[in-house]
């Protein structure tokens, strides 16, 4: 018998005869026990399976019998094991493709540049690290001088395993990257300082600490103490999506690609990434109070984003989704054409900060959406008395101009047909001035039109001068502000546009959050008649051969030698005959199409799913605040920064400025290396030492935080 086939048979009646001793397995009947170097896996009171703890072969095939034998799903075997779920799963694969041999893990080619590095190597690397020298460069001296090439992860990898004595941090095994969740041991690290490379992330808890913003989920969303305080508790995963975020890695997946141990002092503990993180953030948005979380959440960004001025802006982003599913489809204005996809809602205000935000389940238009916005803001709390909200065309509605005037709110946005309505003579124009809160003027052509009703609304129609001399009229129903005001705050509306494009580069809104669905709204939409749509391409097709038939004639009267025309269709007149009868065939196609509906009304529901909203909606929510953050600091060190361009590129930067970190039970101190640039370096001194100012700054397990500058 062949090797192949040999091996086969023996995995077939080791799996039979496990399936007769352990029928219809479940999770509940398999308990793991630990030693301090052995592994035992019982089974309704049974060992099934024991081996060294780091005999990761054994452990290997302990999971695939389990799954192939017992049945258990690998979700719960890589929560049983403590593994990542992609883990377990390649393992399995591997075992279905080439046999045992899949089982084994190779690691000593993970870590060969490792080996390379003897003692004279790795005094060097510690020496050039010392005087500040980057990996690169300490990677080409080795080259020159020892003949050896080591890549620069590798001495960065090695550094923080065995640099201790230099001052470095000891990072996480690779392999513990296989698994879901990262284990900090904070008693290794108390009292003595740490080098961390995203020590200037710290920062970011005075934010939190001033917005509160963790407040309302970790008091809605019940939990066991236990819990509270590890890896997957609401507080820790919260952190670890809002840090991730800052950090620029624009999704769950790249969270791999933390420094495991830099990256647990920053949110003070263990943290869990890729799969365990999604599992995590499954578990809180399905708790019994995330509903009340978010609403809190949002409560409190409504008082934290009150300007005073009674504006806001309100658009929909719309975000296209590739997937397999059938979702509704939606407008895609970057693509100008209607796609499947998912649109988000934002309401932001004056300043560009976003103040909520909603998913449109069934995408329908931004009149609609606007109902529901100010209904929601109504529900959170905010008083709408007097509010102006301001929108594109694509809000204009008869409709959504009664319930804001309901409501008691006034809009303003751009005039919708407005030919007619920018046919002015020049000379009828005024000029105002705006002037802004730090003195700026802005100048404005003005003519404003008498104003007229619009169902039972008073509107007012103002005419401005445009860029290139074009007149542009928007539509208004304040009849308080000066027309110069009006104009200068509906300009200002592209704020909305630069907080889209920022977010979608710095911090991925685009993406798909989930692959899970559920039932589409209960809705009745209107949409184009498919039998419709049928015949209007077999009359196409018919005009084009028409079209065709009718060159063709064209072509052949023009090199034909008979003396007539009524000659030349006497000749042609099987040609002739042809195009009649094709123009017969389209007139009795458009007939029939006069019979048929242009549009049906269908129920969403019956045909359709969405993406599941919770998951996205909380993701979301989180990189809102991220953005509201930046926006904050931006506003703050332009008092420190003379060069306003700079300090956006310069906040950005102060994320992953390293440091040092020392800390123990009851104080966490930062000290951050120092910038490159003199004025950034003045510009960060003088922030801090107004953030050294408030003693009562503290992470969020209650440890005093300060935060200053190397000298």
Not at 541 to 557: D, N
Request: contains cysteine.
């Amino acid at each position: 018998m062949p090797v192949f086939e040999a091996e086969e048979a023996l995995k077939s009646v080791a799996t039979s005869t496990q399936s007769l001793l352990f029928p219809q397995m479940k999770l509940e009947d398999l308990e793991l026990l630990k030693s301090q170097d052995r592994v035992v896996v019982f089974c309704r009171g049974f060992c099934v399976f024991t081996y060294q703890r780091d005999d990761r072969f054994s452990r290997n095939y302990c999971i695939v019998q389990l799954r192939l034998a017992g049945g258990i799903k690998l979700k719960n075997l890589s929560e049983l094991f403590e593994l990542n779920y992609q883990y377990c799963s390649r393992i399995l694969a591997r075992f279905k493709s080439i046999g045992v041999d899949g089982l084994r893990e190779e690691t000593a080619k993970r870590y060969g540049n490792r080996g390379l590095i003897d003692d004279e190597v790795g005094k060097l690397i510690l020496t050039e690290k010392k005087t500040g020298a980057s990996y690169e460069a300490i990677s080409e001296k080795i080259r020159f001088s020892f003949r050896k090439k080591i890549k620069a992860e590798s001495l960065r990898a090695w550094v923080y395993r065995n640099g201790q004595s230099s001052g470095e941090l000891v990072c996480v095994d690779q392999l513990e990257m296989e698994v879901g969740q990262v284990v900090y041991q904070g008693e290794e690290l108390q009292g003595q300082w740490h080098r961390n490379v995203y020590a200037g992330s710290m920062i970011l808890y005075a934010l939190i600490q001033r917005t509160g913003f963790l407040r309302p989920f970790e008091e809605c969303i019940v939990e066991e103490f236990g819990k509270k305080n590890a890896s997957s508790g609401v507080r820790r995963v919260v952190l670890t999506l809002f840090f991730l975020h800052a950090l620029r890695r624009k999704n769950i997946e790249q969270s791999k690609h933390l420094l495991g141990r830099d990256f647990c002092q920053i949110i003070g503990g263990s943290f869990l990434r890729s799969q365990s993180l999604r599992y995590a953030i499954d578990e809180i948005v399905q708790a019994e109070g995330f509903d009340q979380a978010i609403e809190g959440y949002y409560r409190d960004l409504i008082t934290l984003t009150e300007k005073g001025d009674r504006i806001y802006y309100t658009d929909g982003h719309f975000s296209t989704y590739y997937g397999k599913y059938n979702v509704p489809m939606g407008w895609d204005a970057r693509r100008q054409m209607g796609h499947k996809g998912r649109n988000t809602v934002y309401l932001h205000n004056s300043a560009g900060e976003n103040v909520y935000l909603f998913e449109s389940a069934a995408n329908t238009s931004l009149s609609n959406d606007i109902e529901k916005l100010v209904t929601d803001m109504e529900k959170l709390g905010m008083v709408l008395k007097r509010k102006t909200l301001i929108f594109d065309r694509g809000g204009y509605s008869k409709k959504c101009f009664s319930f804001l005037k309901i409501k008691k709110m006034y809009f303003a946005t751009y005039l919708k047909c407005r030919k007619k309505e920018r046919e002015i003579p020049i000379d009828k124009f005024e000029s105002h001035n705006y002037k802004s809160k730090s003195g700026e003027e802005f100048p404005f052509l003005i003519f404003e039109k008498e104003r007229r009703w619009i169902r039972n609304v008073l509107v007012r129609v103002i005419v401005f001068i445009g860029t290139g001399g074009r007149q542009v009229p928007i539509l208004t129903s304040n009849p308080f502000l000066n027309p110069a005001t009006i104009i200068f705050y509906l300009q200002r509306r592209w704020r909305e546009e630069n907080s889209f494009k920022f977010m979608i580069e710095h911090f991925a809104i685009d993406l798909l959050t989930t692959y899970k669905t559920e039932s589409a709204p209960d809705k009745i939409i209107t949409r184009a008649n498919p039998e419709r749509k049928t015949i209007n391409q077999a009359i196409a097709k018919k005009k084009s051969e028409l079209v065709k038939l009718r060159e063709e004639l064209a072509v052949r009267a023009a090199s034909s030698k008979t003396e007539t025309m009524k000659e030349f269709f006497e000749q042609e007149n099987k040609l002739s005959f042809s195009i009649k009868m094709v123009q017969v065939e389209i007139d009795m196609l458009m007939a029939q199409r006069e019979k048929i509906a242009s549009q049906v009304q269908v129920n969403l529901q019956d045909a359709h799913v969405i993406m599941a909203q919770k998951r996205r909606l909380f993701i979301n929510a989180i990189k809102a605040m991220n953005y509201n953050v930046e926006k904050w600091l931006q506003i703050k060190f332009e008092n420190y920064h003379t060069k306003t361009d700079e300090v956006l590129s310069l906040i950005r930067s102060l994320w992953q400025q390293p440091g040092r970190i020392r800390e123990d039970v009851r104080l966490v101190e930062v000290e951050l290396e120092p910038p490159d640039g003199k004025a950034m370096r003045e510009s960060v001194h003088l922030f801090l030492e107004e953030l050294s100012q408030n003693r009562g700054l503290r992470m969020a397990d209650g440890r005093l935080l300060r935060i200053k500058m190397m000298r």
